[in-house]
């Protein structure tokens, strides 16, 4: 019964090393560095340059650094 769950606790952690999750992680990081160089965006909230594949956009492609800055809105000036 103990090889059992010893087994049984292996065989979860290999999964959780290289399953699923870890192989889309490595093909989206892969095609990322395989792209080439990409623009630089500033933030609209905050003014943080970002890779534009990284950035969130609003419905009027301002572009933003994190979806709660996303959801603020533009820096107000004032």
């Known amino acids: 019964m103990k090889y059992i769950v010893l087994l049984l ?8 090393m290289f399953g699923r999750g870890r192989r889309e992680r490595v093909q ?11 623009a630089m965006l500033a933030c609209a909230h905050c003014g943080v340059h970002l890779p534009a594949g990284d950035a969130q956009f609003d419905a009027d492609q301002r572009a933003y ?5 996303r959801i603020a809105g ?5």
Request: hydrophobic fraction near 30%; glycine fraction near 10%.
């Open 65 to 69: 650094c994190s979806e709660a800055h």
């Open 28 to 38: 989206r990081d892969e095609r990322r560095a395989s792209s080439g160089p990409q």
């Open 74 to 78: 533009p820096r107000r000036s004032g």
């Open 9 to 16: 606790i292996v065989g979860v952690v290999l999964w959780l």
